[in-house]
Nanobody
Framework: QVQLVESGGGLVQPGGSLRLSCLAS????????MGWFRQPPGKGREFVAA????????HYADSVKGRFTISRDKSKNTVFLQMDSLKPEDTAVYYC???????????????????WGQGTQVTVSS
């Protein structure tokens, strides 16, 4: 049974920072892609960032490039999303996801990911 558990969400003022964590348990993969997605209020789920577990290459949505950083700790089976210079438009439920197939061409596609966490709320407001 694969489980992805996110933590680290909360309320932060514009310009502030948060660090999300995603702990994966139940199974390990060699070439998995790990992604962060978000769903703003009243909108669909959108890609935020992803990392290839084996090589560590990273990919970002244009809207977060330069402000967010994705990383992983192999020893802890954990993926992180460091979010800096947060804006009100970053408000959303953030989800961690895993694609065991590790296909690079679809790393930004939610439908490619087989496993999802329960989500953590991030609210950016003064």
């Amino acid at each position: 049974q694969v489980q992805l558990v996110e933590s680290g969400g909360g309320l932060v003022q514009p310009g502030g920072s948060l660090r999300l964590s995603c702990l994966a348990s139940g199974r390990t993969w060699t070439n998995v892609n790990m992604g962060w997605f978000r769903q703003p209020p009243g909108k669909g789920r959108e890609f935020v960032a992803a990392i290839r577990w084996q090589g560590g290459s990273t990919h970002y949505a244009d809207s977060v490039k330069g402000r967010f950083t994705i990383s992983r700790d192999k020893s802890k089976n954990t993926v992180f999303l460091q979010m800096d210079s947060l804006k009100p438009e970053d408000t959303a439920v953030y989800y961690c996801a895993a694609d065991p197939g590790g296909i690079l061409s679809s790393i930004r596609t939610p439908a490619q990911y087989d496993y999802w966490g329960q989500g953590t709320q991030v609210t950016v407001s003064s």
